[in-house]
C-alpha cells in the first residue's frame, strides 16, 4: 500500500521522526515545516496522505486541511492532524475538516496504522469524510 506521504510539522524532530517510519515501510516522503509550503507540495506533488501538525507558526493546521479540502486538486487527498490538543472540543473541530485526528504524543506505529485506514477507506471509493477514530 505505500504511497506518498505528505508531512507538514513546525517541528524538525517530528518531521525526521515521521520520515524515517515512513520511508522504512516503503513509503515516499516530502516534508514541509509550515502551511504555505505543505499547499504548495500539496498541489504541485499530489501526495496520497497529508499529515499535518494543528499548531504551526502562521497558518495552522486546521487552515491547512480546510484550504485543501476547498481546492479542486487536493479536496479528495485523505487528511491525518497531529496535534497536543487533546480536548473534546479540538478533536471534534479537527474531525470537521481532517480524516483522522491523533494526538501527541502519539505511538508511530499507531499513526502508521491511521495512515493505512485512511488510505484503505480513501481507496476504497471513501468520500473523504471524517472518521471518529479514537
Known sequence: MPGTVLVIDDDPIIVN???VNFEIEGYDVLT???GEAGLTYARTAGPDVV????MMPGMDGMEVARRLRADGQTESIPIVMLSA???????QAGLAVADDYLTKPFEPL???E???A??????AGGTGAPSQAG
Open 17 to 19: 521522526l515521521l520520515q
Open 32 to 34: 514541509a515545516t509550515d
Open 51 to 54: 499529515i499535518v501538525d494543528v
Open 85 to 91: 490538543k487533546a480536548q473534546a472540543a479540538d478533536i
Open 110 to 112: 499507531e499513526l502508521l
Open 114 to 116: 491511521r495512515v493505512e
Open 118 to 123: 485512511v488510505l484503505a477507506r480513501a481507496g
